[in-house]
Antibody, heavy 120, light 113 residues
Framework: QLQLQLSGPGLVRPSETLSLTCTVSAGSITSSSYYWGWIRQPPGKGLEWIGSIYYSGSTYYNPSLKSRVTISVDTSKNQFSLKLSSVTAADTAVYHC????????????WGQGTLVTVSS | DIVMTQSPDSLAVSLGERATINCKSSQSVLYSSNNKSYLVWYQQKPGQPPKLLIY???TRESGVPDRFSGSGSGTDFTLTISSLQAEDVAVYYC?????????FGGGTKVEIK
């Protein structure tokens, strides 16, 4: 069964860059059928799509975050990564990585999610 | 952006009774070329990531109990739990995948009365 494992620091200082990596196991990130995405969820609130990447490096970003977001892929490690720059307390959230089909952007597999707190 | 509005924010239903959740999109998510509504429902239990329940507004994901059903087209959608079980306590979200940015409803919390 496909698994997505998130890794990265749980605490980030304001104005710094949040960095997270999602490692895919029991499946290949180079499958032509899927995109790999990031979604976040502030504590007690709803879901916000951050962006998605294809194994070729093609990306889609949420315009509300686009100026601060970079999503990249490392096919040799079966991983994809998120960088969010100039963070503030408003970026405190549970960050999820997930998979969606190439043609239809609904998420069928999700990682467990990790809480990232922005605080000095 | 397409705004997804869910109602109610929460509801309490007795075990074995019906739960109905509504989701409205600010513009149609029906793609005319295939007559499909690009609308998905997720279930999220505490401490867990969301789980895909229903896609194309009404197609149940493999392994999802048949007490869960989705309906609607265009801008108005409904998720129905026909006979609420204790394990159905969760927050339910709709999401449109008609266009980017992908957007989610605010969620509906379902509890036992």
């Amino acid at each position: 069964q496909l698994q997505l494992q998130l890794s990265g620091p749980g605490l980030v200082r304001p104005s710094e860059t949040l960095s997270l990596t999602c490692t895919v196991s029991a499946g290949s990130i180079t499958s032509s059928s899927y995109y790999w995405g990031w979604i976040r969820q502030p504590p007690g609130k709803g879901l916000e799509w951050i962006g998605s990447i294809y194994y070729s490096g093609s990306t889609y970003y949420n315009p509300s975050l686009k100026s601060r977001v970079t999503i990249s892929v490392d096919t040799s490690k079966n991983q994809f990564s998120l960088k969010l720059s100039s963070v503030t307390a408003a970026d405190t959230a549970v960050y999820h990585c997930a998979r969606h089909l190439y043609d239809f952007y609904c998420f069928d597999y999700w990682g467990q999610g990790t809480l990232v707190t922005v605080s000095s | 952006d397409i705004v997804m509005t869910q109602s109610p924010d929460s509801l309490a239903v007795s075990l074995g009774e019906r739960a109905t959740i509504n989701c409205k999109s600010s513009q149609s998510v029906l793609y005319s070329s295939n007559n499909k509504s690009y609308l998905v429902w997720y279930q999220q239990k505490p401490g867990q990531p969301p789980k895909l329940l229903i896609y194309w507004a009404s197609t149940r994901e493999s392994g999802v109990p048949d007490r869960f059903s989705g309906s609607g087209s265009g801008t108005d959608f409904t998720l129905t739990i026909s006979s609420l079980q204790a394990e159905d306590v969760a927050v339910y979200y709709c999401q449109q995948y008609y266009t980017t940015p992908l957007t989610f409803g605010g969620g509906t919390k379902v509890e036992i009365k």
